[in-house]
């Protein structure tokens, strides 16, 4: 089984910035896709940011030119920079983690615990 932890959630103001982070631990042979997705009251859940192991990153219309998502493999972790924030960015921040574990080899898919992002004067 695949743990995932975030941290680096918090309050902020209007045009801040904070650094998510997510660790992955566990019996881990390698993680292929790695996302973060957000969950606001009221809104649908999206897809916020996405980094596959060796591709391009991907990222929803709305935090394009604000956010920057990035992994350290060594570390198996994902963050994601958050700058010039807006009350928009409220909600619970989920990292997302796919790929493979060790000893059998199976696939594995795990979601963190989820961050409180509030931004707000």
């Known amino acids: ?6 941290s680096g959630g918090g309050l902020v103001q209007p045009g801040g910035s904070l650094r998510l982070s997510c660790a992955a ?32 990153t991907n990222y929803t219309d709305s935090v394009k030119g604000r956010f920057t998502i990035s ?13 010039s924030l807006k ?7 989920y990292c ?5 574990l060790t000893a059998p080899l199976r696939d594995f898919a795990s979601w963190g615990q989820g961050t409180q992002v509030t931004v707000s004067s």
């Open 87 to 93: 009350s928009g960015d409220t909600a619970v921040y």
């Open 25 to 56: 631990s566990g019996n881990i042979c390698s993680i292929n896709a790695t996302g973060w997705y957000r969950k606001a009251p009221g809104k649908q859940c999206e897809l916020v940011a996405a980094i596959p192991r060796g591709g391009s």
């Open 71 to 83: 992994r350290d493999n060594a570390k198996n972790t994902v963050y994601l920079r958050m700058n």
């Open 96 to 100: 997302n983690a796919r790929g493979v």
């Open 1 to 6: 089984q695949v743990q995932l932890v975030e």
